[in-house]
């Protein structure tokens, strides 16, 4: 069709948190556990649905691959966490 809109040429975007700061806020209460948390206790302590937890989670994934990051976010049995990137286990180790 010579009227197709520009909305259904592009494709489409991925899906990302709905509140602007989930990822942010989500990273930080990570951050300040230290530990393994749980899905359900990330969003309970963000009050922000569960499935925003998620996209907020894999926004965080997708930052740490980044070229120059010292951690990367750690799936764990039953939770998630922050941890340091193995390239430097030596240096924290010293």
């Not at 070229?67 to 941890?83: E, K, P, T, W, Y």
């Amino acid at each position: 069709m010579a009227d197709e809109t520009k909305e259904s040429r592009e494709p489409a975007a991925p899906a990302a948190p709905e509140t602007p700061a989930a990822a942010a806020l989500v990273e930080a209460l990570l951050f300040a556990s230290g530990r393994p948390v749980a899905l359900d206790r990330l969003a309970e302590a963000a009050e922000i649905p569960l499935p925003e937890v998620e996209a907020a989670l894999d926004e965080i994934a997708r930052r740490c691959e980044a070229v120059g990051r010292g951690i990367r976010l750690d799936r764990v049995a039953g939770g998630v966490r922050l941890v340091a990137r193995n390239d430097f286990d030596v240096p924290i180790r010293r």
